[in-house]
């Protein structure tokens, strides 16, 4: 079983800044599994970033995701208020099928 | 526009079965996977299950031995069964559609509904 893991746990932002979240898997992964998720309060996740580093449809392109292997970033410039929320890392093809990562918040400095 | 909406009882008592229904517009359910994903108050998201229109199910291994997810293509409906509930499976549960192909990822969702398992 890969066991994700990410951090912070919550991350203090100031409008206009940037955040950088970052999603570790317990072993090496294929990149192409590797999807991040936005949840906002009261709100379905909704799919930012798939195959570690392609936008999904309607996505601003402040979103970005990199990485390879086991490390995986999740980068955000310039925050606007609507992106205050919680973000989630998701796996494909370990056991179970697909397993998230227990989120970062980001929040209002 | 592609929707999901699910439905069913928000309450359940304890030791009986949690019955949901996923109602799907904009587009055949035959023409995707689709999924249940839960959260429970306050904390992560977990895979439950998908199904594809021809029956073809996986499962969470930890729930696997209580999960029946099912499918009703002339209702363009998916369902979700788990039994002999208890106050852990207390959640907010989400339909899904899962996007095939090299990346397998969860493109849209419904509302998501409360169950609370309580008697």
């Known amino acids: 079983e890969i066991v994700l893991t990410q951090s912070p746990g919550t991350l203090s932002v100031s409008p206009g800044e940037r955040a950088t979240l970052s999603c570790r898997a317990s072993?090496?992964?294929?990149?192409?599994?590797l999807a991040w998720y936005q949840q906002k309060p009261g709100q379905a996740p909704r799919l930012l970033v798939q195959?570690?580093?392609t936008r999904a449809t309607g996505i601003p392109d402040r979103f970005s995701g990199s990485g390879a292997g086991t490390d995986f970033t999740l980068t955000i410039n310039r925050l606007e208020p609507e992106d205050f929320a919680v973000y989630y890392c998701?796996?494909?093809?370990?056991?179970?099928?697909?397993?998230f990562g227990p989120g970062t918040r980001v929040d209002i400095k | 526009q592609v929707q999901l909406q699910e439905s069913g009882p928000g309450l359940v008592k304890p030791s009986e079965t949690l019955s949901l229904t996923c109602s799907v517009s904009?587009?055949?359910?035959?023409?995707?996977?689709w999924a249940w994903i839960r959260q429970p108050p306050g904390k992560g998201l977990e895979w439950i299950g998908y199904?594809?229109?021809?029956?073809?199910?996986n499962y969470n291994p930890s729930l696997e031995s209580r999960v029946t997810i099912s499918v009703d293509s002339s209702k363009n409906q998916f369902s979700l069964q788990l039994t002999s509930v208890a106050a852990a499976d207390t959640a907010v549960y989400y339909c899904?559609?899962?996007?095939?192909?090299?990346?397998?990822?969860?493109?849209?969702w419904g509302q998501g509904t409360l169950v609370t398992v309580s008697s």
């Open positions: 195959g570690a580093s």
């Open positions: 998701q796996l494909y093809g370990s056991s179970p099928l697909f397993t």
């Open positions: 899904a559609r899962l996007k095939t192909g090299r990346s397998k990822t969860f493109d849209l």
């Open positions: 072993q090496g992964i294929d990149s192409d599994y």
């Open positions: 904009g587009v055949s359910i035959t023409t995707s996977y």
């Open positions: 199904i594809y229109f021809s029956g073809n199910t």
